[in-house]
């Protein structure tokens, strides 16, 4: 499941939106530029499925009113995308590579030298 959701950029988009407070579909396309209502919808049932927002329903007949929340379990897993994008950010920033390094380094120093 993590994966088809932080792999897809839209699913992260949508959680990150209804974190800020947005709600409404139509606020969705809105603030997601070449996102289609097709695409839009799957990922939104995709995620009331997995359990990670809800979908409320208000009225009975058209027009009808329709707003996505973030469940508890919701956030925690917006809480482990936030993760994900720290870490990506120290890759990119090459703080990785240089911890990597230093460890390797201090491997070596420690093995004994044979002559």
Known sequence: MAESMIGCKWS???LSLCAEGLSRPSAFLRACPGLSAK???ERLRKMVRFGILERIVRGEKPPIEVDYLLTPFGRRFLRVIDEVRRLQQEVDGGAVAIADRTRQDAK???RPTTR
Do not use: T
Request: charged letters at 35%; a positive charge; aromatic letters at 0%.
């Open 12 to 14: 992260v988009r949508l």
């Open 39 to 41: 695409v839009m919808n």
């Open 108 to 110: 070596r120093m420690d």
